[in-house]
């Protein structure tokens, strides 16, 4: 992954983003990539907080790991950015509110009543009150 370019509209989106909100980056990438996931984020999108997490439903997780649920109980978080189907539903049982990034892997929330999805530009303008339409 570390030769592979952000996703299309991504960095514009934080740097919207980041004049309205504290961007903290929540990866649940497995603790052997934590140096390369850091240079990368750190390559293509500065200086922003770095969590790593595990995915809620990590197999190598261990006990002492936080899953980004967990996270997002404990620190107030009041949006996450996900892509990920399953913890997009495991969110769902928080507060935070899940704004999901159009996937292939997530049609599944293509008009879901309680998680807005799109391309980074829409995830953008919603999250700043200027677009409060779900795209189909």
Known sequence: FEDSA???GSKKALKRL???FEIIILTGRQARYKQQ????IKR???DYSI???SATNAPYASERDLSKVDYCN???ID???ED???EIHEILRTRTIPVCLAWSVNREFINHNKVFRGNWQQVANYLLGQDWKIPL
């Open 18 to 20: 980041s004049k309205q």
């Open 74 to 76: 404990k620190n107030n």
């Open 79 to 81: 949006y996450i950015i």
């Open 51 to 53: 969590i790593h997490a």
């Open 84 to 86: 990920n189907p399953y």
């Open 6 to 8: 952000p996703r299309y």
């Open 44 to 46: 293509h999108f500065g």
């Open 37 to 40: 996931t850091d240079n990368w």
